[in-house]
């Protein structure tokens, strides 16, 4: 089974409105990185978040980590089209050595 | 520009036939990596590999094979293709390996195998 998962699956939203993807993951880790992977390009870091973090943001984007309930979110405030993207948690684990992927979740932003 | 730089974009091949496909990295680093992404967009790592060590993912087929000429260039050939070999190569490369730094990816090479 995958070490991490991200939720929902997928979702769409309207310009302007505001999205949470979350993610959960299955063992302790020193750091969780959130990435973006538009079509037809590889996934681009957005925030790297560290175990004893609790919030980091960047621009529009913000990110929670809670390490008792071992998960994530990432937020998204003023959407935009651009953002139409695969978001994926990658939680990054002493233990596997190495960054794990989930399967990621589907944002559709329409005009 | 520094980034990191795949070719092929497409590669359609029939079944038996050895694939290669080339990555190379200009930001300086020290590792490199291939992930295999499936149609459900889930990445698994393949190849972790800086100077020093290689990392093999076990599950990885002995078919595939990384091949580096210096730390900026890492390619992987695939010996004897097969239809599950389909799939998106990423290449990535991060500043060291074994710790959680960010890692750079590529755009891909998009493998058909017919």
């Known amino acids: 089974s995958q070490l991490a998962e991200e939720n929902p699956w997928a979702l769409s939203v309207h310009e302007g409105e505001s999205v949470t993807v979350n993610c959960s993951y299955k063992t302790s880790i020193t750091a969780l990185q959130w990435y973006r992977q538009k079509s037809g390009e590889g996934p681009a870091q957005l925030i790297l978040i560290r175990s004893n973090e609790r919030e980091k943001r960047n621009g529009r984007l913000r990110a929670t980590l809670d390490t008792s309930s071992q998960s994530s979110s990432l937020s998204i405030t003023a959407t935009r089209c651009e953002d139409t993207a695969v978001y994926f948690c990658?939680?990054?684990?002493?233990?596997?050595?190495?960054?794990?992927f989930g399967s990621g979740t589907r944002l559709q932003v329409y005009a | 520009e520094t980034a990191v730089f795949q070719t092929p974009n497409y590669h359609v091949t029939q079944v038996g036939n050895e694939v290669s496909f080339n990555c190379k990295q200009t930001l300086g680093h020290d590792t490199m990596y291939w992930y295999k992404q499936d149609s459900k967009k889930l990445l698994k790592i393949m190849f972790s590999?800086?100077?020093?060590?290689?990392?093999v993912n076990e599950t990885v087929p002995r078919r595939f094979s990384p091949q580096s000429s210096d730390k900026a260039h890492l390619n992987l050939r695939i010996k004897s293709v097969e239809p599950e070999d389909s799939a998106v190569y990423l290449c990535?490369?991060?500043?060291?390996?074994?710790?959680?730094?960010?890692?750079?990816f590529g755009p891909g090479t998009r493998l058909l195998v017919l």
């Open positions: 990535a490369s991060s500043s060291r390996q074994g710790g959680p730094d960010t890692q750079y």
């Open positions: 990658a939680p990054w684990t002493q233990v596997v050595g190495q960054l794990t």
């Open positions: 590999y800086n100077n020093k060590q290689l990392i």
